[in-house]
């Protein structure tokens, strides 16, 4: 088998360290980051149809401390899911992918997060995001042979910053195609003490937030609130730069994110947003506060949202927000 690669480190080893409970025999591949690499990742001799009975090969992704993975399939031709009930299906060939891990192993006791399998138009997501610097992806197929040889799947591979700040000095800056990058995936404010995502945001001139685990999808059952807090001559501008929630998440339980001008929820509702995809959604207080709610039930995940604010000074006239957006570019699906 033939692995082509377009990264500087590679490593193929005959096991994984660490992977009791995951068949010893497992081919693993690792591209191991040395500062924001990036290369392209396949199955074995793509895009000639890969082999019946691959047990498992382990595509192991490590970034540095400060970095998570973000993995893009640019295609993929594998078994599609066979029905195994009157309403169930089950992948026979499959692509597993493991994204909540501190360190490149896996064990018996890591659960999957994904399992993919058919063609790119079928998958619901395209682009996947670690939750630390670590990913793996296990591929598998059957040994029973079918009337048609499937050719496999080729993807990209990038280490992001997590905690990099904007090159171009802020997000509500101009965009220069080629030489900006995009900013940390972390909330700029304080977190509140034993919440899970409540922060106060203040005493900033702007800065970023972001849904639990953005850019992964975010987790069942957050309850997320930002409170912006300017001084007593400023208002607060906030630019949604992406919004996906699911489709049909509109209801008093759904997923949603509302918008008060205010301190609380008692204040005056300017927004909500409850399904489906929004770029580029921009609000602005009336007084120095405004107050920001996210709620997932325990039903869907989707990826969330990415945003900017900014506090005005009214006797400035503040400064306007762009209309184009490298989180929208960068994070929807293609």
């Known amino acids: 088998m033939v692995y082509w690669y377009e990264s500087l480190f590679l490593y193929i080893v ?16 690792t591209f191991q980051s040395y500062g924001l690499s990036t290369g392209q990742f396949h199955s074995p001799d793509y895009p000639i149809p890969y082999q019946r009975g691959i047990n498992c090969i382990l595509y192991n992704f490590v970034g540095d401390v400060n970095e998570i993975v973000e993995i893009k399939f640019l295609d993929m031709d594998l078994k599609g899911p066979v029905p195994i009930g009157l309403s169930q299906t089950q992948c026979r ?20 997060q994904d399992e993919l399998c058919g063609s790119l138009t079928s998958l619901e997501d395209k682009k996947f995001y670690s939750s630390g610097r670590a990913l793996i992806m296990e591929f598998h197929t059957d ?22 700040i904007d090159r171009c000095g802020s997000s509500f800056d101009h965009h220069v195609p080629g030489r900006c990058n995009t900013g940390a995936f972390k909330t700029d404010g304080i977190l509140r003490y034993g919440t899970q995502c409540t922060y106060d945001i203040q005493n900033r001139t702007k800065g970023k937030f972001f849904s639990p685990r953005y850019p992964q999808k975010y987790p069942k059952s957050s309850d997320c609130q930002f409170m912006f807090m300017g001084n007593v001559n400023e208002r607060v501008k906030v ?40 770029n580029q959604e921009t609000f602005e207080s009336s007084g120095q506060y405004m107050y920001i709610e996210f709620h997932s039930d325990r039903h869907y995940e989707a990826q969330g949202f990415a945003a900017d604010y900014e506090f005005i000074d009214t006797r400035e006239g503040g400064s306007p927000v762009p209309s184009d957006s490298m989180y929208t570019q960068l994070f929807l699906k293609h």
């Open 14 to 29: 005959s096991f994984l360290v660490q992977t009791q409970g995951i068949d010893p025999s497992c081919e693993c591949v």
């Open 93 to 112: 060939d499959w692509l597993r992918i493991y994204k909540n891990l501190d360190r490149g192993e896996i064990n018996e006791n890591v659960r999957h």
């Open 143 to 164: 040994t029973e042979e079918s009337t048609r040889r499937f050719t496999g799947f080729k993807g990209r591979f990038t280490f992001l910053d997590k905690n990099r």
């Open 239 to 278: 630019l949604f730069k992406l919004i996906n929630l699911p489709n049909r998440s509109c209801g008093e339980n759904g997923d949603m994110i509302r918008v008060y001008d205010g301190s609380d929820k008692s204040a005056k509702l300017l927004h909500t947003f409850c399904d489906n995809t929004h």
